[in-house]
């Protein structure tokens, strides 16, 4: 995944290299089968194909360094959903970038996100992805704190409206040989993990 950039210095709101990759899986079929969306970061874009292999549903994306505060996100999501109707599942996860928002910040930004996907797609059954760790870097201990916070707080938002929480972040940090040599993009053992227990739980809901 070295296509994608990973900030690993000092960050303010907007990182050296921004970037979206905007997947709509065969776009022109638009009745046979049910969409899932799946909205991360550079992660999501390493499982989100395998996931497609996976199950009996188109399988879309947006993967994007954009931290939650930025004020791009939301067009970002109104232009890219509105190709169709609605998702049958919303995969939702943002924690490897806008480091420099506060816990307090994150979980406003996230809520407001969150919020938006409901009222944007009412009939999709949202489920709530947790960060993966990082495996390396002079701040590997400050990021995996910081991570293990976002994920309390996305726990937390989850039990607070009734969503599903995917835990994408335990089988990865229980196994790091996952990692790829930058320490956060993962191999394609990793990948294949992820999408493995995505599929199952999309195929539960």
């Known amino acids: 995944m070295s296509d994608y950039t990973y900030e690993t210095g000092e960050t303010v709101k907007f990182e050296t290299y921004e970037w979206d990759r905007l997947w709509w899986e065969h776009a022109n079929d638009t009745e046979s089968k049910n969409r899932i969306l799946i909205i991360g970061d550079s992660i999501s874009c390493g499982y989100r194909p395998l996931v497609n292999q996976e199950v009996a549903d188109y399988v879309d994306g947006i993967g994007t360094s954009k931290g939650l505060d930025n004020t791009s996100y939301i067009t970002l999501l109104n232009y890219f959903m509105d190709a169709f109707s609605c998702y049958k599942i919303i995969q939702f996860n943002n924690g490897l970038h806008g480091w420099h928002l506060s816990e307090e910040r994150y979980e406003e930004y996230y809520r407001r996100l ?62 790091p040989e996952f990692f790829s040599q930058d320490g956060v993009h993962l191999t394609q053992e990793g990948y294949t993990t992820l999408a493995k227990q995505c599929a199952e739980l999309f195929a539960s809901l």
């Open 114 to 175: 969150i919020a938006h996907l409901v009222q944007k797609c009412p009939g999709a059954k949202l489920v709530l992805a947790l960060t993966t760790p990082v495996n390396s870097g002079n701040q590997k201990e400050e990021r995996n704190e910081k991570i293990r916070k976002r994920n309390e707080i996305a726990r937390k938002i989850a039990q607070e409206e009734g969503l599903c929480v995917n835990d994408l972040h335990t089988p990865i940090s229980e196994h």
